[in-house]
């Protein structure tokens, strides 16, 4: 029922002369909180502090290093392998060059066989080294 | 692309896979030959004019293949199926690296 039926007293006059119901300390009061700072002035110097991270910093370069001469050597056995391979592929890129390069010349001299005074073939740079055919497409059966 | 290492009459496909599967002893084995062709090269850079010596790289290099293939059959399948896999990644296959040499050894 109402608060006035739960907390009456007797011989009560009014509602605001009920007894309080209130939350509060215990008697005698809370214990003292500390809030004062407490930093102790012990542990290490500034000097120690400085060695340490320069050694942590020197051992991690030292690492580095190590772990670079791993990956130099692994990059060095890659690069080895393709020089090893590089001329069996070269040779046969060239096979297959000078076989499509003859049916090409064949194919020019048949256009050109009645322009007059049209060496067939070749008629490329004067420098007198050989220079790979400039048509734009490396290979136009792959691309 | 055919993983395999062999075509239908049993010789190696020089593929990417097979090649560098086999690179360290080519290049062991068919020194000579490539350095010739690459001496040309530099000579001469026309295909015209090292087709011969080409020829030699060609015919030792697939000749080291079908040797290689028929001593270690096995070994060698493993590792050029490892490099196919792994898209000629040496530090991949270092286990089917060392059983192939330990069959075929270097020299």
Redesign the interface.
Known sequence: MTEAMIRKKAGMASVKDMPLLQDGPPPGGFAPVRYARRISNTGPSAMAIFLTVSGAFAWGMYQVGQGNKIRRALKEEKYAARRAILPILQAEEDERFVSEWKKYLDYEADVMKDVPGWKVGENVYNSGRWMPPATGELRPDVW | MSSAAVDATGNPI?TSAV??AS??H??LR?MP??VA??KC?KN????????D???D??RC?LGLLKDLHQKCQKEMDDYVGCMYYYT?E??LCRKEQEAFEKVCPLK
């Open positions: 020089p090649l560098t690179a360290k080519i290049g068919c030959e490539n062709f690459l090269k001469d850079p026309n295909p015209e004019k090292c087709l010596k080409g020829r790289v060609t290099v000629n040496f530090d």
